[in-house]
């Protein structure tokens, strides 16, 4: 079992920056894919970001590539999106999720799961 907890949530300025992080206990960390997800009310939870255990491969959703940024610190079980230049439209409750395999950007193929921080963007 792998327990994933969230943090780093927020109201911000559109133009703004947040970095959420996601601590993650049990398991050896090291070992899974870690991604991130966002689902806004009434949408569909869409894929964010991944990132591979040794961090040398990160995909992004084109909606995002160029203002968040992945990455991962192993010796403290974390991992990070740093999002930049905040839009109206990256408001949503974000999670990160955990699985063993090669990354994918399919939430019902990540095996754990966070609670979820919101995010708020104002205009």
């Known amino acids: 079992q792998v327990q994933l907890v969230e943090s780093g949530g927020g109201l911000v300025q559109a133009g703004g920056s947040l970095r959420l992080s996601c601590a993650a206990s049990?398991?050896?960390?090291?070992?899974?894919?870690m991604g991130w997800f966002r689902q806004a009310p009434g949408k569909e939870r869409e894929f964010v970001s991944c990132?591979?255990?040794?961090?040398?491969?990160?995909y992004y959703a084109d909606s995002v590539k160029g203002r968040f940024t992945i990455s991962r610190d192993n010796a403290k079980n974390t991992v990070y999106l740093q999002m930049n230049s905040l839009k109206s439209e990256d408001a949503a409750v974000y999670s990160c999720?955990?699985?063993?395999?090669?990354?994918?950007?399919?939430?019902?193929?990540?095996?754990?799961w966070g609670q979820g921080t919101q995010v708020t963007v104002s205009s």
């Open positions: 990132i591979t255990w040794s961090g040398d491969s990160i």
């Open positions: 049990g398991r050896t960390f090291s070992r899974y894919v």
């Open positions: 999720a955990a699985r063993s395999g090669p990354p994918v950007s399919i939430p019902r193929l990540y095996n754990y």
